[in-house]
């Protein structure tokens, strides 16, 4: 039986009166490519945010890595990669001064630091720009850079949300590219996202409406059910029972 | 260890790189030290004085040219009309007015006393005391003189005379850039310190990086020592900037020792970083904190003893300068730069400090989160 690496069973958080995310359950095996769709305030983005220890569930459980979200919350961060729908890269620090900084925060020896910067510069042919501000390279350079440097340190699993937003088609095919390396070298990627072409990339899929969980299986599996012919027309089907607006 | 080192490291390419923070410390201090002790003195000039003078003769011209030679006051009517001169208050052009009554020569010669009417703008009330505390005492001089003219010399004189002759300890020539540049020194040290690490760990939140740090494993007091460090230096050449300024622009040599400046600057630093981290961990946005700073620097300010003493304000306002860092600074430059004290001295002022520094810190440690 494959190793199960994400673990969440009726997880929920309450904002108030308000209920993000109701008690979604799933689990997320090792070196898969899970992807986390809904639209907008589906609670895709707090139900991330739990796992990743930057919010405090309301109540049920979810393991991450093997370690539990309510009290080993410092330790999952040493086992995952995240990357926020916010651009978060300091843009008043070079490409490489980037890296070094994460990756030094993450502990890793100067020898590594070195030999993997050297890599991914390589990867992203970005050698002549290592010592440019991050502020001045065009978004899907940046994008691609940001998954590279939530990666850096090499972590068991990346959670990535939303990460291909206004990058252009061409960016996103190789920014996919990226992500299947990632999967290959054996790292579990969970990723959220409301391009659904995307949807069809992944191993598994979830779908999110008004904060809970209403389908989950693999992509081909879910639009037999749904007798679809793309995951845009699953979505769609199930999307219109959203009772929440945007937002 | 080594995690602080990468944050420091990234700390200061960021402060380097923008020239926003570098304006702040080094134009602002030097522009703050040249400019404001000139115009912030106490003492009052250019009085504007009309004179009402129904007399207009030898003896009132002799005491309107007493007046006006004593370079407090200028001349801004000559008039024999009360009215008209009142008119020129309501204008605005006029602070004190001197009325010399009629038959003004003729008692002081013949009755041997006079009267003089004295009435004073009191919307600028500083003015308006000082003025009339001015023109009282050059009034008595001149009453000495006439006496001394008119009155024949007894063997005794029929008046006691007592004289006083005073010295000013710790600032002999009363000059007021002695007393006013440390404090302005303190209120600079005090913006930089309490803002500076506010807004930059507060643009980190609104830019979303420290969402970013949060999933690390960077430990909070880590990434709080790695904000506080590289202000506090910052604050330090401040500080080492303004002390030079005061030597060269003002010629002020502390009477007591650097060490003892530094050691409480060092604490004092601390003590409004941690104010400045407590405010980023409430404010949510740059302009939210800095509404918020502007208040509490008015109170530091207005409260700390630097404008107006400390001893002359009410019993309860007296208890409110107890909780304001900014005073004791203010204090402690005082006694230090001027009166030459010393470490032990100062004693107090430090444990005081020392318990801001802990009790802001302290807060703002528990009230900063990585998780929501």
Known sequence: MPEKVITADKLTKRFGDFTAVDQISFEVEKGEIFGFLGANGAGKTTAMRMLCGLSMPTSGAATVAGFDVYRDNEKIKRNIGYMSQKFSLYDDLTVKENM???????????????NKTAYILDELHLEKEAHVLVRSLPLGWK????????????????????????VDPVTRREFWNMIYQASDSGITVFVTTHYMDEAEYCNRVSIMVDGRIEALDTPGALKQQHEARSMDEVFLKLARKAKRGEG | MRTLKFLLQKEFRQIFRDPAILRMILIMPVIQLMVLPWAADYEVKNIKLSVVDNDRSEYSRKLIHKITSSGYFSLAGYSNSYSSALADVDQDRTDLI???????????VRENKAVLYLALNAINGVKANLGGAYLNSIIRDYNREVRAEWIQFPRFSAETQINITSSNWYNPGMNYKYFMVPGILVILLT?????????????EKEIGTIEQINVTPVKKYHFILGKLIPFWILGLVVLTLGLTISRLVYGIIPAGSFTTIYVFAALYLLAVLGLGLLLSTFASSQQQAMLISFFIMMIFILLGGLYTSIDSMPAWAQVITKFNPVSYFIDVMRMVVLKGSSLADIRGHLLAMAGFAVFFNGWAVISYRKRS
Do not use: C, R, W
């Open chain 2, 98 to 108: 001197l009325q010399i009554p009629p038959h003004f020569e003729k008692d002081l």
């Open chain 1, 143 to 166: 994008q691609k850079l940001a998954f590279s440097v939530a990666v850096f340190h090499e972590p068991g699993i990346v959670f990535l949300d939303e990460p291909t937003g206004g």
């Open chain 1, 100 to 114: 070094q900084f994460y990756g030094g925060i993450y502990g890793k020896s100067d020898a590594f630091i070195k």
């Open chain 2, 191 to 203: 913006m930089v310190g309490a803002n500076l690490a506010a807004l930059n760990i507060i643009k």
